[in-house]
């Protein structure tokens, strides 16, 4: 059975780092993209960027490039979503979620990481 | 970038038909995907490649596309499909984002 099993909910400062993650099982992580979205409360979807674990080939959203830093570790089948300095605006929902192969489409979603930045 | 449009809310009574529609000038070109997001819960795929049902969506929902539209239909529409539904498509020249539309509503009446 495909899971993705997202880190817990997080609440931070401005300025600090926050690093969450998708703990993914049941499949070949290697071979499938994982995409991270972005949901602002009370708002829609936001495609932020997918990553290749097995080259880390990595594309994200120009709204977000330099902004965030997606990665992913092959050997313990978990994808990454990192923020070097948070700001109050970054507070949301993030879902990871499993690309259908090669399609855009997400198949499979992990349950959602709140992250929560206030001082 | 591109956009997709949706319709901010779609109302039905059970038992009848919802349509929800998605614009946009790449759905020509590239397939399109359908999400259904429940209050305090993840995205679900409902609709893959413009028709196609993953496997446990139930055969109610259903998609189509026509030229720079694609449509979502809920046929025989029950309480438990009230939710947020999202489109979803991509570029055909391999740009990024890959984006969604804004969100459609779907009450039951």
């Known amino acids: 059975e495909v899971q993705l099993v997202q880190s817990g909910a997080e609440v931070k400062k401005p300025g600090e780092s926050l690093k969450i993650s998708c703990k993914a099982s049941?499949?070949?992580?290697?071979?499938?993209?994982i995409g991270w979205v972005r949901q602002m409360p009370g708002k829609g979807l936001e495609w932020m960027g997918i990553?290749?674990?097995?080259?880390?080939?990595?594309r994200y959203s120009p709204s977000f490039q330099g902004q965030v830093t997606i990665s992913a570790g092959k050997t313990i089948t978990t994808a990454y979503l990192q923020w070097s300095s948070l700001k109050a605006s970054d507070t949301a929902m993030y879902y990871c979620?499993?690309?259908?192969?090669?399609?855009?489409?997400?198949?499979?979603w992990g349950q959602g990481t709140l992250v929560t930045v206030s001082s | 970038s591109y956009e997709l449009t949706q319709p901010p809310s779609v109302s039905v009574s059970p038992g009848q038909t919802a349509r929800i529609t998605c614009s946009g000038d790449?759905?020509?070109?590239?397939?399109a995907y359908w999400y259904q997001q429940k209050p305090g819960q993840a995205p679900k795929l409902v609709i893959y490649?413009?028709?196609e049902r993953p496997s446990g969506i139930p055969e109610r929902f259903s998609g189509s596309s026509s030229g720079t539209t694609v449509t979502l239909t809920i046929s025989g529409v029950q309480a438990e499909d009230e939710a947020d539904y999202y489109c979803?498509?991509?570029?055909?020249?391999?740009?990024?984002?890959?984006?969604f539309g804004g969100g459609t509503k779907l009450t039951v009446l």
């Open positions: 490649r413009d028709s």
């Open positions: 979803q498509s991509a570029d055909s020249s391999g740009t990024y984002p890959e984006v």
């Open positions: 790449v759905l020509p070109k590239q397939y």
């Open positions: 049941g499949y070949n992580f290697t071979i499938y993209w």
């Open positions: 979620a499993r690309r259908i192969g090669t399609s855009p489409g997400f198949d499979y």
């Open positions: 990553i290749y674990p097995d080259d880390s080939d990595i």
